[in-house]
Nanobody, 120 residues
Framework: QVQLVESGGGLVQPGGSLRLSCAAS????????MGWYRQPPGKQRELVAT???????NYADSVKGRFTISRDNARNTMFLQMNSLKPEDTAVYYC??????????????WGQGTQVTVSS
């Protein structure tokens, strides 16, 4: 069972940058879909960005032009580069992966989350 571990969160001032990492315990080469979600305080979890094999990416309107999702299959790691951070980006950030199984189905695996706080 693939496990995902996020890192790179922390406290940053408005306008600053952070890069989040999502390290997988196994190869992500065969994983077609991976993504980043976030859960702001007191709110529901929401989509931030997704990455589909072949290079297709999608972003929430609120982060377009500021965040970039990428993956390095050789390092079994996905990244989220976050620039021009705003206080409203404050949230716990989670990564997930749709992991194919031998039975032909896929399961959705989540990491444990990393806190990002944007404040002066």
């Amino acid at each position: 069972q693939v496990q995902l571990v996020e890192s790179g969160g922390g406290l940053v001032q408005p306008g600053g940058s952070l890069r989040l990492s999502c390290a997988a315990s196994e190869s992500i080469f065969s994983i077609n879909a991976m993504g980043w979600y976030r859960q702001p305080p007191g709110k529901q979890r929401e989509l931030v960005a997704t990455s589909i094999s072949g290079g297709t990416t999608n972003y929430a309107d609120s982060v377009k032009g500021r965040f970039t999702i990428s993956r390095d299959n050789a390092r079994n790691t996905m990244f989220l580069q976050m620039n021009s951070l705003k206080p409203e980006d404050t949230a716990v950030y989670y990564c997930n992966a749709l992991v194919p199984q031998r039975n032909g189905f896929s399961i959705l695996v989540w990491g444990q989350g990393t806190q990002v706080t944007v404040s002066s």
